[in-house]
């Protein structure tokens, strides 16, 4: 196979390096043997690898290691848009930037609208959500494959913003501040506890949750 040339970006467009990525990209989806097998699922754990790695960048503090690793997450997003383009129903990278665009500017009537800025915008915000993508319940959306810890703390968000009555549940969960140190180290105690006891903290965590989520579900059915 003939050497391709190398990319060069346009000075005269909007986003040249953008524009010259994702040049890049078709190439090696048409010439490189590897990128030409990828698939959606197969790219699912470099995903949630680099999400992982641009998390680690951001807590490192180091503006360039955040750079690199958000370049790493971006080819992901263009690389799965670049293989959906291929399909008959499929979508290029320019679809994918319209929708989120379009979507942002309807959940922010505040901005782009006359209306006033809303006091609670967390709150505003799923109820916007739920509202647009017609979800019938509180749990809707949130992907089951999160953490114990991620996901106990978008449902116990959505329940708050959604204002689910969770102590008529018998869900009496505190509201009180604690600092992120002593948080952490609680969190710890209370990991070394139940390694002490036996117990796996994750799995324990996900039994508490599903009991939460079956009390939300309830309280959501039955309101009274």
Known sequence: MAPRDVPVADPDAAHPQLDRFIEVMGILRSDCPWDAEQSHHSLVQYLVEETMETVEAIESGDPAHLREELGDLLLQVVFHATIAAEGPDGFDIDDVAQAVADKLITRHPYVFEAEEVPDDLDATWEQRKRRLKGRTSTLEGIPHQLSAMHRASKVIGRADSHRVDLAG?????????????????????LVSRARASGIDPEQATRQALRELETAIIRAETDPS
């Open 169 to 189: 549940q018998g869900f009496d969960l505190s509201t009180e501040e604690i600092g992120a140190d002593e948080l952490g180290r609680t969190i710890l105690d």
